[in-house]
T-cell receptor
Framework: GEDVEQSLFLSVREGDSSVINCTYT??????LYWYKQEPGAGLQLLTY?????DMKQDQRLTVLLNKKDKHLSLRIADTQTGDSAIYFC?????????FGAGTTVTVRA | GAVVSQHPSWVICKSGTSVKIECRSL??????MFWYRQFPKQSLMLMAT?????????EQGVEKDKFLINHASLTLSTLTVTSAHPEDSSFYIC???????????????FGPGTRLTVL
């Protein structure tokens, strides 16, 4: 089976950058994903990266992929209070996803 | 954007009773819906894949007689936890795949989840 691991908590000061890290084991995944879950809401797809890419930038979000080390990271620039949420890393094929346990990001003033 | 709802959002029941959880795609048709289970501080675990008009496909280790899934229409799938016990207490999340979207990236839309507590 596939294992996806990520740290459980991250505390960051408003305005600073947040970096959430993830490691995975299945190297065959075509895409890797980052989801955001706010309290009481479903998971929302934030961004994804194709497995043959090293980096993808989307406004404040930067995804880095090190396929050799099976390491994925999500950087949020200028973190805001609205970024407080649980962030899930996921990988998979054909709509069958394996998720990490989620990183709870807390933004402090 | 695509919206998926779940009902109820939380439920408390006595041991031995059955509980039904609904998952609806509100503004799109979903040929495929997925049911996940999430324990505290743990990842979402895929329980089963529900295809409209056919039997669900269960993941290894998931009891199909315990977790009954019905996907009777393109907008509704239900998960029934039969004879629930305290160990079934968990957060159940559904997601739906938009039948119109054919890109290769994942286009699952997730519901807000249902918190089940079995006493």
């Amino acid at each position: 089976g596939e294992d996806v691991e990520q740290s459980l908590f991250l505390s960051v000061r408003e305005g600073d950058s947040s970096v959430i890290n993830c490691t995975y084991t299945d190297s065959s995944s075509t895409y890797l994903y980052w989801y955001k879950q706010e309290p009481g809401a479903g998971l929302q797809l934030l961004t994804y990266i194709f497995s043959n890419m090293d980096m993808k930038q989307d406004q404040r979000l930067t995804v880095l992929l090190n396929k050799k080390d099976k390491h994925l990271s999500l950087r949020i620039a200028d973190t805001q209070t609205g970024d407080s949420a649980i962030y899930f890393c996921a990988e998979g094929e054909d709509y069958k996803l394996s998720f990490g346990a989620g990183t709870t990001v807390t933004v402090r003033a | 954007g695509a919206v998926v709802s779940q009902h109820p959002s939380w439920v408390i029941c006595k041991s031995g009773t059955s509980v039904k959880i609904e998952c609806r795609s509100l503004d799109f048709q979903a040929t495929t819906m997925f049911w996940y289970r999430q324990f505290p501080k743990q990842s979402l675990m895929l329980m089963a894949t529900s295809n409209e008009g056919s039997k669900a496909t269960y993941e290894q280790g998931v009891e199909k007689d315990k977790f009954l899934i019905n996907h009777a229409s393109l907008t509704l799938s239900t998960l029934t936890v039969t004879s629930a016990h305290p160990e079934d207490s968990s957060f159940y999340i559904c997601s739906a795949r938009d039948r119109k979207v054919t890109t290769s990236t994942d286009t699952q839309y997730f519901g807000p989840g249902t918190r089940l507590t079995v006493l």
